[in-house]
């Protein structure tokens, strides 16, 4: 595993960090050993990607707690670790001490996340996983809409970094709804940094729509998952990746 230095202090440029979750929905489907997500995360490095993102679900859905065990010991980049703000999935990160843990809401009936985090709802218990996390060397960002309220309260919560969701922009009916999510995007991600943090995005970003939020020039690291896996089923994961890496980085500014 890289350390934190080149991940994230010393990093020029965009990070594109590869969520293989959905390669464990497919193992999991039957209950079987393969597809094996550490498999998958060496060949999402070996096509280009920057760092590796699961989500350990409290229901345990897809990612297993020994997915996370073999990655921390397997990867030459980074994990980020994404889990719900609650005691369970917390202690064991604590434990875990992944370079990056992202804070996301959950609900067990959701298929995937529906939305960002809201810091106004229970702010103690968000601040007291980030003072856990980072007292155990943990880089910690949190998962929001792009909702300035939400980003002040990140702030002030003492977050390393924010996530923006991109879900709007990525399921607008068309091209002037698609601008205004972008629009607000640029603004969460300009208002993110003055703050002081790093500023991440992810949620829905294919192929076709990536580009726009990749130029957003605050951005320094990008969370895809769904679109490259379903890819990689056809041409493979290198080459999905791969492909990914190309198009974000042709539209940096």
Not at 15 to 25: E, G, P, S, W, Y
């Amino acid at each position: 595993m890289t350390d934190d230095s080149f991940a994230f202090a010393h990093f020029v440029g965009m990070r594109l960090c590869v969520n293989i979750d959905h390669v464990a929905t497919v193992r999991q489907a039957r209950r079987a050993n393969e597809p094996d997500p550490v498999r998958a995360a060496v060949l999402a490095e070996l096509g280009g990607a920057h760092g590796i993102t699961v989500h350990l679900r409290e229901d345990r859905r897809h990612i297993q707690d020994r997915d996370v065990e073999g990655l921390l010991a397997t990867l030459r980049t980074f994990l980020n670790l994404e889990l719900a703000a609650e005691p369970g999935v917390i202690e064991l990160a604590v434990a875990w001490a992944p370079p990056q843990v992202t804070l996301v809401p959950e609900k067990r009936e959701e298929i995937t996340t529906e939305g960002g985090l809201d810091l106004t709802a229970d702010p103690d218990r968000v601040r007291g996983a980030i003072e856990r996390l980072g007292a155990a060397g943990a880089r910690v960002s949190l998962f929001i809409d792009p909702d300035p309220r939400q980003i002040d309260a990140s702030a002030k919560l003492g977050a390393d970094a924010v996530e923006l969701h991109t879900g709007e922009y990525a399921n607008a009916a068309d091209g002037a709804a698609a601008n205004r999510e972008l629009d607000r995007l640029r603004g969460a991600a300009t208002r993110a940094r003055s703050a002081g943090m790093a500023v991440h995005a992810g949620h829905g970003l294919t192929y076709e729509n990536v580009g726009p939020v990749a130029a957003i020039s605050e951005l320094e690291e990008l969370n895809i998952g769904h679109s490259i896996v379903s890819r990689a089923v056809l041409v493979g994961m290198e080459r999905a990746v791969r492909d990914m890496r190309e198009l974000v980085l042709e539209a940096r500014p």
